[in-house]
C-alpha cells in the first residue's frame, strides 16, 4: 500500500504542541476584567489570575519542584486549585488531585503509588495529615493552604512556606517551557470495590483536546444550551473529582466569570449561586437534591441556573422537582478513565419542537449522545456491536482521543481495561434508534443467567413496583445450570407481607409487556430487615453476594423456587 | 533539566490520531434528519451524507486513488464539493481545491505543482480544460461532474466516468483506515502580486484542532453568537477558498442544517437564504455588497442572517446598511497560510452594556481578538513585539497550531514565511489596551521612512477627506535619506483644485491630533486623471512604484515639497 504524504515542515515553522498553557492565552484577551470569585473572601481578574498563576508556578520552581514531578494537592475547591491546575503542569510537573474523602490508608497507599513529591495542603487537613505522613514513601515538602488571615505553619513537618506569602515573594512573570504534549499534565485515583485504588493520568494533549471538544458541547450545541462565555460558572463537583469534569479549563480558556465553593455547604453555595448570578453548574444528583432541600433554597427562586449532573443515573422525579424550582438539570455520562466527558443528553430538534417539555425530561436525563470525536459502542461479552433497538444491552466501550492510556504501574489492569483496543467502561447500557445512550447497569451487577443479561437495576426497578416492597436489591449468584441465577433481597412495607407467588405474579406482567425476559425473575428471595449498604448509601452489592449463604439459610429468610 | 513523565501506553490502548473522518461521527448522531441541500436540486440528509462520502471514497479507490495521491476539485459550492472534502483526505489522499478563478495558465502550473493525478471537474469548466491538460505532466484522469439530467463524459480526455453513476455504483460502507495525524489532507494556492501561485497545505490534525476551535469561536462565544447546532448555514465563500473558511467541517461535526449554493447568483442567493431559512453564512465585503444591492435583496426581509466577513476590511458604512436590511455583519482575520482563523470580532460584556449599538460596531468590525490557542504579536523590523497602545504600529505575527508548516517545494519562501519562529501574516496592525487587533496596511505597502512606518491605509484615508480630492493612492518610493518617502497619486473632484499647501494643511490637523507624525505628510503628490488598479479593482500599487518616475516628469503632474 502507498502511503500518506508526511512532509517536512520548513526548519524554521514552529512546532505548535498541544499544551495547558495555551488554554490560558483567550479567556484574558477576551474579558480581562472578569472575576475569579472564592466564597465571600477573595475576588480577582483575569490579568490576576495569569499572574498568579505565575507567581505560584516560580514559587514551585524555588521549592525544588521541575519537570516530572508529582505536587499533589489537598483542598477544597478554591481559586487556589484553579491555580494549581495551570500552574503545576505548565512547568511540566504532574499534579495529583487526592480525593479527601478516601480513607487515610487510601491517601497513604495514593500518595506513595503517584510518587508525590511535594504536597499542598489545606491547614483544615493537617490532623489528617499529621496521623499518615510519616508512610509516605517519596514526600519531601509540604506547602499549606489557608483561609486564615495568620496561618501558622506547622514546624513538625519539612513546609516550604505558605501559599499566599510564597506567591508575594515571587516574580509575576514566568516563562512557561514548550514540551511534548504527550507528557502527564494530572493523575489521580479511582476506588473500585475490590483492590487497591487504580491511578488514572492524562495528558497536556489530552486535556487540551478535552477542553476544545466540552467548549463545543457545552457552547454550540442548541438543544441543550450550557456555557456561553457571558454565563457565570461555579463547579459543585469536588475539583478533585476528574478535573471538575474539565469545566474550569472550559471557563478559563472562554474567558467566564467563577465562583469557588470552597468545602460545599448547601446554604453558602444557595448564597454564592445567588450573590454572584451563577447560571452554570455541574454535580451529582445527591448534591443538587441536597442544595434544594436545605433552609435557604426555600427562600429563593433559581431561574436561570443550569446544573450538569453526572456521576449516577439523574431520575426523572429529581429532574421535574428541579424545574418546578427553576433548575434545568440535564445528564451527562462520563468516568475518572475518560478525563470525563463522553456522552451528553441531546434532544433533537424535531423533539423539542413536538414533545411537551415533561415528555423531553425524558432525553434530558439520558446519558445521552456520544460527543464529538468519541467512537461509543454497546457490545456483548464476545465484543460484538449490539444493535440500536434501545433494548439489546451490552458493555459500553469507547475511543477518543482523551482516555487514560493505562492504569499507572498496573499493567494487568490496564490490559483488561483496553481489551481489543477498546476501553471497557464497566457500564451496561442500550443504544435507541435515535442513538440515544441509556445506561442499565454497572457490569459486574448484571446478573449472566442463560446467555441472557439481566439488569440488576432494571429488575430493582420494576420489582419496587410491587405495593408491599419497600426497598429492594437484586444480585446475582452462582448457578450450576445457567451460570447465575438473580437473588433478591427485599424489605417489605411495615404492616404488609410478600409471598413468592405474588412477587412472580406482580414481574410476570413485565415479562408478557417484554420489557424483561423470564429468565429475569429471581429464583430466590429472602425477606430481610435492611438490606447492606456502603458508606455513601449505594447498595452494598459485594456484601450481599458474599453473605448470600447466610441469607438462605438465616432467620426470617423464605427461599423461593418461582 | 529533569525531562516531563511521558508513558508508554498499555499495549491494546487506542492510539487515536487526529482525523478528519471523525468529524463525520457526530453530526449524523444528533440529527440524523438534517438537510444538506444544492440550489433547488437537491435535498438529502446525514445518513445520506454519510453514505455519499463512502461511496465516493470507494469510487476514488475504483478509479486507482490511494494514499498520498492529489485528486483536484473544479467546482461551484455544492453538497459534491462538501463529500469531496470529506471522502479524498478520509482514505489518505489529498484535496487540491483548485481556484477557477485563477488564469488558465496560473491553474495549469498549480496543477503539475501539486501533482494531481485526478481531477474532478464540473462540466462547466470543460472548455477551460480542453485548452490546457495537453500542459498537464501528472494528471492519469479526471471525473466528470454534472448538474445536467443526462451528463455527456467526453471521450477525448481519459475520464473514469461521470459523478453520480460513480456513486451509484458503488458500495455505501468504507472501512476508512487509521493513519499517522501528520498526513496531508488538503491544498490550494494562494496567489501574491509576484511570482508563481505558493503552495499551502494542511494536515488531519489541523484541520480537526482548527475545526474545534472555530465550533468553539462561534458558539460559544456570547459577544458573537455565530452559528449554533440549530442554525442553517450557506457559505457564500468558494468553497475552493481556504477550506470555505473551514465551516463546512464545523457545520458536519455540529450536524447543521447546510445550504449550497453552485455558482454564485445574487438573486439565487436571497432566494435559498429566505427559502431554506439560511442564519448564518461568511464572505468577503464585496460580496455581500452585491448580494444586498442585487433586485430580489429590496424585496425581502433578512432578519436573524449573521454574516461573518474576511479576506478584506469591513468599513462602518457597510455595517451599518447591512443591519438596516437585517443583516449582522461581524469581522474576522484570517488568510491562506492560516487555515483560516486567527482572530475574530469580539464585543467585551461592558461594551455591550454601556456603548450604543452604533458605537460597537466599531469593534464588530475590526480584526477582532485572537482565538483560543492562537498567539499572536504586533512586532516591528527587528521583531520585538509592539506596545498595546492602538498606535503602534507592525507586522502581525502568529503561531497556532494549525499554520501551514511550509509553502509546497518552496523552500526559500517557506523560511521567509517562518522567520524566527513565527508565520508572517504580511499585515500591519496595532493592538490596542483591549487587545483588539486592527489591520492598517499589508506589509509591502507600508512607507518605512526615517524609522518610522507609516500606514499606506490611514494616509489614503486622512487624505480623501479633503473635501477637493476625490481618489487617492499613497506608495512608499526609495529616498537616500529617510529609506522611504510617501508618495500620493491624487485625483480631484470636478471643478475643484489642489496644491500643496491646502493638502498639508489638511493633514497638518491630523498630525496635531497625533494620529499621524510629521513625517506621514508625502513629499510629493501627483494630479492624475485615474490612479491604476488591479483587475479586482484593488488599486495596483506595484504599477503605481513602478511608474513613480513617469508620475514625476508626467504632465499635468505638480511636485510640491511640503
Request: glycine share 4%.
Given at each position: 500500500m502507498s502511503q500518506t504524504r508526511i512532509l517536512e515542515p520548513t526548519p524554521s515553522a514552529h512546532p505548535y504542541p498541544l499544551l495547558i498553557k495555551q488554554l490560558l492565552l483567550s479567556g484574558r484577551r477576551y474579558e480581562a476584567n472578569r472575576e475569579i470569585v472564592y466564597r465571600d473572601q477573595v475576588r480577582y481578574d483575569y490579568n490576576t489570575l495569569n499572574e498568579r498563576i505565575a507567581r505560584l508556578a516560580n514559587a514551585l520552581k524555588a521549592s525544588g519542584i521541575g519537570p516530572g514531578d508529582v505536587v499533589a494537592v489537598m483542598e477544597w475547591d478554591s481559586h487556589r486549585y484553579l491555580e494549581a491546575m495551570f500552574a503545576i503542569p505548565m512547568i511540566g510537573a504532574i499534579i495529583h488531585?487526592?480525593?479527601?474523602?478516601?480513607?487515610p490508608d487510601q491517601i497513604t497507599y495514593t500518595v506513595n503509588h503517584a510518587e508525590d513529591k511535594l504536597i499542598l495542603v489545606n491547614d483544615e487537613f493537617l490532623p489528617l495529615l499529621k496521623g499518615i505522613h510519616d508512610q509516605f514513601t517519596t514526600v519531601e515538602n509540604y506547602l499549606l493552604i489557608s483561609d486564615s488571615d495568620n496561618p501558622q505553619v506547622p514546624a513538625d513537618l519539612p513546609f516550604v512556606g505558605e501559599y499566599e506569602a510564597l506567591l508575594a515573594a515571587q516574580s509575576p512573570d514566568c516563562d512557561f517551557p514548550d514540551f511534548d504534549e504527550n507528557s502527564v499534565a494530572t493523575t489521580f485515583y479511582t476506588t473500585g470495590t475490590t483492590g487497591n485504588p487504580k491511578g488514572v493520568y492524562f495528558t497536556h494533549r489530552q486535556l487540551v483536546l478535552h477542553t476544545l471538544v466540552e467548549t463545543a458541547v457545552m457552547g454550540a450545541l442548541s438543544s441543550n444550551p450550557l456555557m456561553n462565555s457571558d454565563d457565570v460558572y461555579m463547579p459543585?463537583?469536588?475539583?478533585?473529582?476528574?478535573?471538575?469534569?474539565?469545566v474550569p479549563y472550559v471557563a478559563t480558556m472562554m474567558g467566564v466569570k467563577q465562583v469557588y465553593p470552597g468545602r460545599y455547604e448547601p446554604d453558602l453555595l444557595v448564597e454564592l449561586q445567588q450573590r454572584e448570578g451563577v447560571t452554570y453548574s455541574h454535580c451529582v444528583p445527591a448534591i443538587i437534591q441536597m442544595i434544594l432541600g436545605c433552609a435557604r433554597a426555600q427562600e429563593v427562586d433559581f431561574k436561570g441556573w443550569k446544573v450538569l449532573i453526572g456521576g449516577s443515573a439523574l431520575n426523572k422525579g429529581l429532574a421535574l422537582a428541579a424545574q418546578d424550582k427553576g433548575v434545568q438539570l440535564s445528564a451527562a455520562y462520563g468516568m475518572s478513565e475518560t478525563c470525563p466527558l463522553l456522552c451528553g443528553a441531546y434532544v433533537t430538534e424535531v423533539m423539542r419542537e413536538e414533545l411537551s417539555d415533561e415528555a423531553q425530561v425524558d432525553y434530558r436525563i439520558a446519558a445521552g449522545t456520544p460527543v464529538p470525536l468519541v467512537q461509543l459502542q454497546v457490545v456483548d461479552a464476545e465484543g460484538n456491536a449490539q444493535p440500536h433497538d434501545g433494548v439489546s444491552v451490552g458493555e459500553i466501550v469507547v475511543r477518543a482521543?482523551?482516555?487514560?492510556?493505562?492504569?499507572?504501574?498496573e499493567p494487568e489492569k490496564s490490559e483488561e481495561l483496553w481489551a481489543n483496543g477498546w476501553l471497557h467502561t464497566g457500564d451496561v447500557a442500550t443504544i435507541d434508534g435515535l442513538g440515544v445512550v441509556k445506561i442499565r447497569d454497572r457490569i459486574k451487577d448484571v446478573i449472566k443467567t442463560g446467555g441472557e443479561w439481566v439488569s440488576s437495576l432494571e429488575l430493582e426497578g420494576l420489582m419496587s413496583l410491587h405495593p408491599a416492597i419497600s426497598e429492594v436489591a437484586v444480585v446475582g449468584v452462582p448457578d450450576p445450570q445457567w451460570d447465575e441465577r438473580p437473588f433478591a433481597l427485599v424489605v417489605v412495607q411495615p404492616g404488609e407481607a410478600v409471598d413468592a407467588t405474588s412477587v412472580k405474579e406482580h414481574l410476570k406482567r413485565y415479562v408478557d409487556e417484554g420489557r424483561i425476559n423470564k429468565w429475569a425473575i429471581p429464583t430466590q428471595i429472602a425477606v430481610v430487615e435492611s438490606i447492606p449498604k456502603t458508606s455513601v448509601g449505594k447498595l452494598n452489592k459485594k456484601q450481599i453476594r458474599a453473605e448470600y449463604a447466610d441469607y438462605l439459610n438465616g432467620e426470617g429468610a423464605f427461599l423461593s423456587s418461582v
Open positions: 488531585t487526592i480525593n479527601v474523602r478516601l480513607s459543585v463537583t469536588p475539583m478533585f473529582h476528574v478535573h471538575a469534569w474539565g482521543p482523551w482516555l487514560t492510556q493505562a492504569y499507572f504501574k
